[in-house]
T-cell receptor
Framework: DVKVTQSSRYLVKRTGEKVFLECVQDMDHENMFWYRQDPGLGLRLIYFSYDVKMKEKGDIPEGYSVSREKKERFSLILESASTNQTSMYLC????????????FGSGTRLTVV | EDQVTQSPEALRLQEGESSSLNCSYTVSGLRGLFWYRQDPGKGPEFLFTLYSAGEEKEKERLKATLTKKESFLHITAPKPEDSATYLCAVPRPRISGSARQLTFGSGTQLTVLP
């Protein structure tokens, strides 16, 4: 019954590495989102997409980029990982018609050393 | 800028001890308020949507209420399985053609002791 799947639960990467976080949804949702979650800071929006190949910056896009080549897949890219990007990354999707109905994945805990 | 503040940050209850979590917000025009539950190591799970002051929604031991400036999540006779972080969120104004963005509070971590 998995609906939003994030490719990795845990990742450890070195400073300066290029990191890819993958998210796939099987609900045919138009909207997809990437958040990071840090203690005391809550969920902060990094990037989102409302259609294939369309992307918009969220509140904290610096150091990140995204790719959406297919409707079901939304990738988050850390161009050159830094220790301050150590965090829990959450992907979510929602349908255009009921676009507040976010469905979240289980998250990827990324540690940059 | 929309702001969402949740209190308390953490709450410990004995099983059966009822209490309430608070979510206060400052928005330019309320377009709804959403409650989510998040278990450790998992993504948030949707609980309720409230749209207008005075509205109430219930699910098992949880009841969410909404006023013009805040929302409460009342937990009646909680059980250990209710232990989780509870998040509230408000939608931002949507730019035509784009996706609805949510602004989340930092959450209340609830622990229910047996």
């Amino acid at each position: 019954d998995v609906k939003v799947t994030q490719s990795s639960r845990y990742l450890v990467k070195r400073t300066g590495e290029k990191v890819f976080l993958e998210c796939v949804q099987d609900m045919d949702h138009e909207n997809m989102f990437w958040y990071r979650q840090d203690p005391g800071l809550g969920l902060r929006l990094i990037y989102f997409s409302y259609d294939v190949k369309m992307k918009e910056k969220g509140d904290i896009p610096e150091g990140y980029s995204v790719s959406r080549e297919k409707k079901e897949r939304f990738s988050l890219i850390l161009e050159s990982a830094s220790t301050n990007q150590t965090s829990m990354y959450l992907c979510a999707s929602s349908p255009r018609v009921k676009d507040y109905g976010y469905t979240f994945g289980s998250g990827t805990r990324l540690t940059v050393v | 800028e929309d702001q969402v503040t949740q209190s308390p940050e953490a709450l410990r209850l004995q099983e059966g001890e009822s209490s309430s979590l608070n979510c206060s917000y400052t928005v330019s025009g309320l377009r709804g308020l959403f409650w989510y539950r998040q278990d450790p190591g998992k993504g948030p799970e949707f609980l309720f949507t409230l749209y207008s002051a005075g509205e109430e929604k219930e699910k098992e031991r949880l009841k969410a209420t909404l006023t013009k400036k805040e929302s409460f999540l009342h937990i009646t006779a909680p059980k250990p399985e209710d232990s989780a972080t509870y998040l509230c969120a408000v939608p931002r104004p949507r730019i035509s053609g784009s996706a609805r963005q949510l602004t989340f509070g930092s959450g209340t971590q609830l622990t229910v002791l047996p």
